[in-house]
């Protein structure tokens, strides 16, 4: 069984459309993240939730939202995509106290 | 915020070959934890290393943290070795807040 699964793995898409990433972790975390890695492969925090609250939220333009409908999942949705949103997008979730950090697989969008 | 320095940014070795990878970081952390990105682009955790000495099989890591720094030892490397390698720290209170990470060592291992 997958620990942190993400779904789309790939989505293309054009500029000014709303697309959705899902992720689903079943390892029983309380926090889950989104991390964006650029094309320099630099990774930087977006958002975090704990226990459904939104603790961490930098620097981040308000077309994204981050949408957790239970402690188990934690969507991702941007609006009005723009050339400088294609990156990679990675979901983790830890545990409080425990800290060891678990990333799914990461979903590549490409904005046209 | 944090500041996580890494170097090498990039290094070429032969197969069987050791290296040492460091991190540097500007202020106390409570958290530690070095990844390694493969070529398909999964992040893999390592270690999670906030003070101490652990090792793996062929990996071992030491953080020093009175001294902000952490070090990622492989030794006899192999092919699958290659790939990006990530330090992140943090501050954490509760365990909700994120990690900062590096901009990574990329490591080729050469046959």
């Known amino acids: 069984d997958t620990a942190v699964s993400q779904t789309p793995k790939y989505l293309v898409t054009q500029m000014g459309n709303d697309k959705s990433i899902k992720c689903e972790q079943n390892?029983?975390?309380?926090?889950m993240y989104w991390y964006k890695q650029d094309s320099k492969k630099f990774l930087k925090i977006m958002f975090s939730?704990?226990?459904?609250?939104?603790?961490i939220n930098e620097t981040v333009p308000n077309r994204f939202s981050p949408k957790s409908p239970d402690k188990a999942h934690l969507n991702l949705h941007i609006n009005s995509l723009e050339l400088g949103d294609s990156a990679v997008y990675f979901c983790?979730?830890?545990?409080?106290?425990?800290?060891?950090?678990?990333f799914g697989a990461g979903s590549r969008l490409t904005v046209l | 915020g944090i500041q996580v320095e890494q170097s090498p940014p990039d290094l070429i070795l032969q197969e069987g070959a050791n290296s040492t990878l460091r991190c540097n970081f500007s202020d106390s952390v409570n958290n530690l934890q070095w990844f390694h990105q493969n070529p398909w682009g999964q992040l893999i955790n390592l270690f999670y290393i906030p003070s101490g000495t652990k090792q793996n099989g062929r990996l071992s890591a030491t953080t020093v943290a009175t001294e902000r720094y952490s070090l990622l030892y492989i030794s006899s490397s192999q092919t699958t070795d290659s790939g990006v390698y990530f330090c992140a720290v943090g501050v954490s209170g509760g365990g909700a807040d994120g990690l900062t990470f590096g901009k990574g060592t990329h490591l080729i291992i050469q046959p």
């Open positions: 983790a979730s830890q545990r409080s106290g425990a800290n060891v950090l678990t």
């Open positions: 390892l029983g975390h309380d926090t």
């Open positions: 939730y704990n226990n459904k609250e939104l603790i």
